[in-house]
């Protein structure tokens, strides 16, 4: 389906056809006609499905019509992270650029003269407010912000915040909203507490669901089946005759990720990092440098996984097996963006065998195992249903297996390959 057989006004399909957007995402085809109805919605999409647009569109289009209080908030955005809030913001730019509908973005980590603009844009009744949670509870309670007048009340991405803790902040603000709003919830899950969440503050939702969809057609996916000790010796060997451009390379926590830039800068290579440490005027720079190819590989926690809006990622490296299958998409999804085709590789360690198989049985696919090269040794058995019976044998104390001690090494089965 096109924009143009949507109900949009035509200053919104003006914005659009600026943006060189004409066909609707399927979130988008069954979310914004629900919206114009003035229905509470909520919808179970994951990140890269166009949701951003699919809750902006409708409402940039019913503020333009007006009969909306002028100087005062009519909208209001959560988000959970910063860099999400930013790229909403960027997009409401975008989107609203023929219209007279202003907005502003209410984010932490940022200096005095930041908060200051905040508070302006606030007091002065910006249309559209796109908040972290626990920022615009920080302006809320220094007493100038009034949210009586708010009709649109946005949750994006309202899984993540529930899982960063933001739930009773959630609820707080919720206490400043009218009883008459129109309420639209996104979540790329539906746990039981986003299910509490959504009786608690949406009126008799419609509920759009789409499935976990499967990582891109064109997204080449690989796997290095691997001890943990290989790994960097892995990346190594990648980047020995090519330097390294528009990689992102995910780590499971900030204490991996630290290792691991540590570990690649020595290797002299052009590294970045991105995790909860850095407070926000690092992660623009280091996102400003990255996008600019001054900075060629980032090494990130999940926290850039969603809701980061960078089209041309060449490869995507999990250097740790993602948690589950939804993790993994949105890993890997932000390769092969905008047209482009991309590659993720991803090190599975003997411990890691049992999650990774999990993947593949939600991808109903078997990931190609590229061999490991020669210098780093020979490569554990792809064996993950008789790792994990190790594993739960060694719990009584016994040593777990690992990579062999020098001198130690297992007998190379002559002619034996990673399973493909």
Do not use: W
């Amino acid at each position: 389906m096109e924009f143009s057989e949507l109900n949009l006004e035509d200053s919104v399909l003006d914005a659009l056809d600026a943006m060189n957007f004409q066909e609707c995402t399927p979130v988008q085809e069954h979310t914004i006609p629900v919206i114009l109805e003035g229905r509470d919605l909520i919808g179970v999409a994951q990140t890269g499905t166009g949701k951003t647009a699919a809750y902006l569109l409708p409402v940039i289009n019913q503020l333009s019509k007006g009969g909306y209080p002028e100087d005062a908030i009519n909208c209001i955005v959560m988000s959970p992270t910063r860099e999400l809030a930013q790229q909403i913001d960027q997009q409401m730019e975008g989107f609203s650029y023929f219209m007279p509908v202003s907005s502003v973005a209410i984010y932490g980590g940022n200096d005095g003269i930041r908060f200051e603009q905040e508070k302006r844009g606030l007091t002065l009744g910006a249309d559209v407010v796109i908040a972290t949670p626990g920022r615009l509870l920080s302006h809320i309670s220094l007493g100038y912000v009034d949210l009586s007048k708010v009709s649109f009340f946005i949750l994006d991405e309202a899984d993540r915040m529930l899982d960063m803790g933001f739930s009773d902040d959630i609820l707080q603000i919720v206490k400043q909203l009218p009883q008459e709003r129109q309420t639209i919830m996104f979540s790329a899950t539906m746990p039981a507490k986003i299910q509490q969440l959504a009786k608690t503050i949406l009126k008799d939702p419609v509920e759009v669901k789409l499935a976990v969809s499967k990582p891109a057609d064109k997204i080449i996916q690989a796997a290095y089946i691997c001890y943990e000790a290989q790994k960097l010796g892995i990346i190594q060997s990648l980047f020995k005759h090519q330097q390294p451009e528009r990689v992102i390379v995910f780590a499971s926590s900030k204490l991996k990720v630290k290792e691991v830039a540590k570990a690649l800068k020595r290797l002299q290579l052009n590294v970045g990092e991105m995790h909860s440490d850095l407070d926000q005027s690092q992660r623009d720079e280091i996102m400003h440098e990255f996008r600019n190819g001054r900075i060629n590989l980032l090494v990130a926690t999940d926290i850039v996984a969603r809701g980061i809006d960078i089209d041309d990622i060449r490869l995507v490296i999990n250097y740790d097996v993602p948690h589950d299958s939804e993790d993994y998409v949105h890993r890997i999804g932000r390769t092969a963006r905008a047209n482009n085709d991309g590659c993720a590789i991803t090190f599975v360690s003997e411990n890691e065998q049992g999650k990774f198989l999990q993947i593949e049985k939600f991808l109903e696919k078997s990931i190609y195992k590229i061999p490991l090269p020669e210098e780093l040794g020979e490569a554990p058995a792809y064996a993950p249903e008789s790792a994990s019976r190790r594993r739960k044998g060694n719990q009584g104390g016994g040593r777990r297996t690992g990579r062999p001690k020098e001198g130690g090494r297992r007998k190379k089965t002559e002619g034996k390959k990673p399973q493909a």
